[in-house]
C-alpha cells in the first residue's frame, strides 16, 4: 500500500498537470521558480511579467496567458 502511494505522489510530481513554471521577468531578464531548463535567462522578451505560469522548453518558453513565445539567449 505504501509503494503504490509513493507512486501515485511521484507520478503527480512528474505529470505537467501537477506543477508548473512560474516567471518573473522584466526589460529581457527573467528569473524562474520550478524551472527545469533554467533558473535566469536573458530573453526577447520585454514585457514585465510577475510569477506567471510558463511552458519551459530547451530554447525558449512559452507564456501561458498570453501564448507568446519568448526565446532564451543567454542562460544562468
Not at 505504501?2 to 507512486?7: D, P, S, V, Y
Not at 520550478?34 to 510569477?51: H, V
Not at 507568446?68 to 544562468?76: A, G, H, L, S, T
Request: charge should be negative; glycine fraction near 8%.
Amino acid at each position: 500500500m505504501k509503494k503504490l502511494l509513493g507512486i501515485i505522489v511521484l507520478g503527480l510530481f512528474l505529470s505537467s498537470n501537477a506543477y508548473s513554471d512560474m516567471a518573473t521577468c522584466f526589460a529581457g531578464e527573467c528569473e524562474f521558480f520550478i524551472g527545469i531548463w533554467y533558473e535566469y535567462a536573458d530573453t526577447n522578451c520585454m514585457q514585465s511579467l510577475m510569477m506567471e505560469e510558463v511552458d519551459q522548453g530547451p530554447l525558449g518558453f512559452t507564456i501561458v496567458d498570453t501564448d507568446e513565445y519568448c526565446m532564451v539567449f543567454n542562460e544562468r
